[in-house]
């Protein structure tokens, strides 16, 4: 299994600009999310998806767009980029099944830089 | 409103000794527990969880954590650091099992954990 794969590793941005972060997983997890990790901030929820076709806003979603067309992807979209968001990206997903333990598996992130 | 504490932006450690970091959380029913860590320029990577039963969890590493839920804390722990134990260290919690659906975490700001020889 390759686990949870994120592409790019790293992209610049200018200002006012759009991009995807790619974000693929071939465990079969039905939960799936994407988070921003800022210094001395952890790590805040931006959308998360319990399968296909359901997304919903997590903690910080303004600024980004997601959709889940298959289990295996969930794609982050960046409409019009920001300086406030240069941040490191990371994709996690999960089982979701009553009963399960729920740790998630992330993936090596995105390093984004919008100047 | 539910949320995690790690009190320690970072902690210095000498090796070979022992080692705490810790987390307390405020959520609402019986919370889901874990730790994961961070090493540099790589994502997060699970180390131990809590879901019920015995309070002191192992988990890889050598790693092991306990909960205390009178305290609200879920405390990492290690009898003997390596120099190689240094990195970020998370702690994260899932709310309410019954209520919450598909394992949404929340996470604590991380702790740096410097180890050294």
């Known amino acids: 299994n390759a686990g949870v794969t994120q592409t790019p590793k790293f992209q610049v941005l200018k200002t006012g600009q759009s991009m995807t972060l790619q974000c693929a997983q071939d465990m079969n997890h039905e939960y799936m999310s994407w988070y921003r990790q800022d210094p001395g901030m952890g790590l805040r929820l931006i959308h998360y998806?319990?399968?296909?076709?359901?997304?919903d806003q997590g903690e910080v979603p303004n600024g980004y767009n997601v959709s889940r067309s298959t289990t295996e992807d969930f794609p982050l979209r960046l409409l019009s980029a920001a300086p406030s968001q240069t941040s490191v990206y990371f994709c996690?997903?999960?089982?979701?099944?009553?009963?399960?333990?729920?740790?998630?598996?992330f993936g090596p992130g995105t390093r984004l830089t919008v100047t | 409103a539910q949320s995690v504490a790690q009190p320690e932006d970072q902690v210095n450690v000498a090796e070979g000794n022992p080692l705490t970091v810790k987390c307390t959380y405020s959520?609402?029913?019986?919370?889901?527990l874990f730790w994961y860590v961070q090493y540099p320029n790589r994502g997060l990577q699970f180390l131990l969880k809590?879901?019920?039963?015995?309070?002191l969890v192992k988990g890889s590493y050598g790693f092991e954590a306990e909960f205390n839920k009178s305290q609200t804390s879920f405390h990492l722990k290690k009898p003997s650091a390596l120099v190689s134990d240094s990195a970020l260290y998370f702690c994260a919690v899932r709310p309410s099992p019954f209520y919450n659906q598909g394992g949404k975490l929340i996470f604590g700001q991380g702790t740096e954990l410097s180890v050294k020889p």
């Open positions: 998806s319990v399968g296909a076709g359901i997304t």
């Open positions: 959520v609402s029913g019986n919370p889901y």
């Open positions: 996690a997903s999960s089982y979701a099944r009553t009963g399960d333990s729920y740790e998630q598996y």
């Open positions: 809590y879901i019920t039963g015995d309070n």
